[in-house]
């Protein structure tokens, strides 16, 4: 069995690494992986990017109309996009996010299908949203509020007798650990605390050298410049 304060300490990573990417990007990465899946959604989410793939070819098609060689043409197609943009400003926010810009020939059937399709998906994904983030939760808050209630008892180690003054002691052992130990919450805010500065110790070294490889790139660029007009000059003075 991994020892406590090991999986407190890895715990509270994860937790932090979680905060950092973000509950909607990892949302979507499940959602992407899950659609990967010989699942119930993959057939529509499927079709949803076939759908996609016409309504480029379509659009690419109104690029390559030129407006002056074929007015006609062009203002016909203008006319369907302007008035299938407005229908898509009524449909839902999903479908304004999704097909902003899209190219489609009003009351079509692809229209329609794209419209089926994407409140079928929407509705899912919402439930599948909050299941994950329900199951986010739970491995990651839920999991340490379990632990730091059934373990609020067991000290995490304790500390040389009259190392610290006596008040220490008690606020070190807070709420119910034996006085003169480290209770799993103090132990807890430490472990997020030492990961919260690693990250930005890593962080700041990561920008300073970035900014030292950049400015290396700067110096170099004149001493080459200086570099070519010493080769002219002596060119000139050899002519």
Not at 31 to 45: C, M
Not at 163 to 186: D, H, M
Request: glycine share 6%; hydrophobic share 45%; with cysteine.
């Amino acid at each position: 069995m991994p020892s406590l304060l090991l999986v407190v300490f890895i715990l509270q990573l994860v937790i932090y690494l979680v905060n950092t990417v973000g509950a909607g990007a990892i949302a979507n990465l499940l959602w992407i992986l899950y659609n990967k899946l010989p699942t119930s959604t993959s057939a529509n989410v499927e079709a949803q990017t076939t759908l996609r793939r016409e309504v480029v070819r379509l659009k690419r098609e109104m690029n390559a109309t030129s407006s002056q060689d074929e007015f006609a043409k062009w203002a016909k197609i203008r006319r369907q996009h302007d008035k299938v943009l407005a229908e898509y400003d009524q449909k839902s926010a999903l479908l304004r996010r999704s097909f902003q810009s899209s190219y489609l020939p009003s009351n079509s059937l692809l229209n329609r299908s794209i419209v089926l399709i994407a409140q079928s998906l929407q509705s899912f994904k919402t439930s599948f949203d909050s299941a994950v983030n329900i199951l986010r939760w739970l491995g990651t808050n839920g999991l340490r509020t379990f632990i730091q209630f059934w373990f609020s008892k067991q000290p995490m180690f304790w500390l040389p007798r009259g190392w610290v003054p006596g008040y220490v002691e008690w606020i070190l052992a807070f709420p119910r650990a034996p006085t003169g130990s480290i209770s799993i919450q103090v132990w807890g805010i430490a472990c997020a605390s030492v990961v919260q500065i690693a990250s930005m110790a890593v962080t700041a070294a990561w920008r300073l050298g970035t900014q030292q490889k950049l400015a290396g790139k700067g110096r170099e660029e004149p001493m080459k410049m200086g570099t070519v007009g010493g080769s002219a000059r002596g060119e000139k003075k050899e002519l």
